[in-house]
């Protein structure tokens, strides 16, 4: 049997994250449902401290979804995650981003400008790519 998955990430700033790769990749933040929210604190099965607000808008603090616009049929979810301890070490994992027949320079540039580094380029063969952090430092390669 084949199994479904979705990335996670882990993040101190998930909502923040989950909106910068949203626009890094074109894809969908998941709206909340503040109603649902809601009635799970009066119903007991939550509290206010495992909400915030982002943006205006009612947020369970845990986490925040992304997912392409075509739906998950199309590409997995990905999840940022609330966590308290800061990423000390280089990614086991990361995420090529393919430009297409886009020039992924053009890429590079706007996400350069929306808050990430650059860390170098890469080649092997006929093949080039550049790899970036995220504004929490994870890592990325951009390429056609």
């Excluded at 607000?53 to 999840?79: C, F, S, Y």
């Excluded at 280089?90 to 808050?115: F, I």
């Excluded at 006929?126 to 970036?132: A, E, K, M, V």
């Amino acid at each position: 049997m084949a199994y479904t998955f979705q990335l996670t990430v882990d993040s101190a700033t998930p909502h923040a994250l989950a909106d910068w790769w949203a626009e890094a990749l074109g894809w969908e933040v998941e709206p909340s449902d503040e109603e649902f929210i809601r009635k799970m604190i009066a119903d007991g099965r939550a509290t206010e401290e495992d909400t915030t607000t982002h943006r205006g808008v009612l947020v369970w603090k845990a986490g925040q979804g992304i997912r392409h616009p075509e739906g998950l049929e199309r590409a997995p979810r990905i999840l940022f995650q609330f966590i308290e301890e800061p990423k000390t070490v280089k990614n086991r994992l990361h995420l090529d981003v393919r430009t297409g027949d886009e020039d992924p320079r053009a890429l590079v540039e706007r996400l350069l400008a929306k808050g990430a580094k650059h860390l170098h380029e890469g080649n092997q063969g006929p093949f080039t790519w550049t790899t970036l952090t995220d504004p929490e430092g994870n890592e990325l390669c951009v390429s056609h």
